[in-house]
C-alpha cells in the first residue's frame, strides 16, 4: 500500500480598518478509481461535503489582523497504482 498525507494551510489577511468575516473554500481530491482512497484526516474549522470534496468555513478577520486556517488529507493507493509525484 502507498500512503501520501498532505497538509494544506490558506493564510488570510485583512489590510483594512474594519472587521471582515470571508468564506474560504477549498477541495480534496475526490477519487473514482478502484484501489484509490481519498480521507479527510483533519479540518477542525471547516465543513466537508465528502461528495464533491468541498471543504469551507467562515473566518473573522479584525482589523489588520492575520489568519490562517489549515487541513489534511491522506491518499492511500494499492501497490499496483501509478500514483503522480505532487
Request: aromatic share 6%; glycine share 4%.
Amino acid at each position: 500500500t502507498q500512503r501520501r498525507r498532505r497538509t494544506v494551510t490558506v493564510w488570510l489577511s485583512n489590510l483594512s480598518a474594519e472587521s471582515k468575516r470571508v468564506t474560504v473554500i477549498e477541495r480534496i481530491p475526490v477519487s473514482e478509481i478502484d484501489g484509490v482512497d481519498i480521507a479527510l484526516v483533519e479540518a477542525k474549522a471547516f465543513r466537508h461535503n465528502a461528495r464533491d470534496g468541498i471543504l469551507d468555513c467562515d473566518v473573522d478577520l479584525g482589523a489588520l489582523e492575520t489568519k490562517s486556517v489549515s487541513f489534511c488529507f491522506e491518499l492511500k493507493a494499492s501497490s499496483k497504482v501509478v500514483l503522480p509525484v505532487f
